[in-house]
């Protein structure tokens, strides 16, 4: 049981870092589409 | 002894509510891609369609491509279906490690009653009982 319990909490910290890597890049993809069409307005 | 099995009683019960635990955070990580798929393709269709009226990318149209596809391979990576998360305790396994004497099976050590086992095993669940039956 406890070593179900560690190894789950590796793969959620995994899951944590994925999550907010994603959520970084979609931040990342919002501001990169908002100079796009700022330059191309320009 | 009745301290002792009630102790173990409470730490396999907190250990079994830890489990419930990581699986409920991980049905929510697993929402939350989700719901970070949908933002990132209602923003890419949403800015790429205003990005293209003219039919060319800048450099800033490309790097939002590309973290789009970025986001969309990390999304991917936490929504596929990974073999190794263990939920739920293995009875055949739990029994051998806890409950059953190392040494023989569990009435090996108990005598013909079932009652005189005050050394092993160190849980006294009702699991336990039932398998001295």
Redesign the interface.
């Known amino acids: 049981m406890a070593s179900s319990f560690a190894r789950n909490r590796e793969g959620v910290a995994s899951l944590i870092r994925a999550l907010r890597a994603a959520t970084m890049l979609l931040v990342l993809e919002i501001v990169a589409w908002v100079i796009a069409l700022i330059t191309q307005g320009a | 002894m009745a301290d002792l099995s009630s102790a173990y009683e409470l730490a396999?019960i907190e250990?079994?509510r830890?489990?419930e635990d990581?699986r409920a955070?991980?049905n929510e990580?697993?929402g939350?891609?989700g719901v970070?798929v949908a933002?990132?393709a209602i923003?890419?269709s949403f800015?790429?369609d205003?990005?293209l009226?003219?039919g060319r990318?800048?450099i800033?149209?490309w790097?939002?491509v590309a973290?789009?596809v970025?986001?969309g391979v990390?999304?991917l990576?936490?929504l596929w279906p990974?073999p190794?998360?263990?939920?739920a305790?293995d009875a055949r396994v739990?029994m051998q490690t806890y409950l059953e004497h190392p040494h023989g099976g569990p009435s090996s050590s108990s005598g013909s009653t079932g009652t005189s086992h005050s050394t092993w095993p160190p849980v006294s669940l009702g699991i336990a009982k039932a398998s001295r039956r």
Do not use: E, N, P
């Open positions: 396999y250990a079994r830890a489990l990581q955070v991980v990580l697993r939350r891609a970070l933002a990132a923003t890419t800015f790429g205003a990005a009226t003219d990318l800048g800033a149209g790097a939002a973290a789009f970025l986001a990390r999304i990576a936490i990974l190794g998360w263990t939920f305790v739990y």
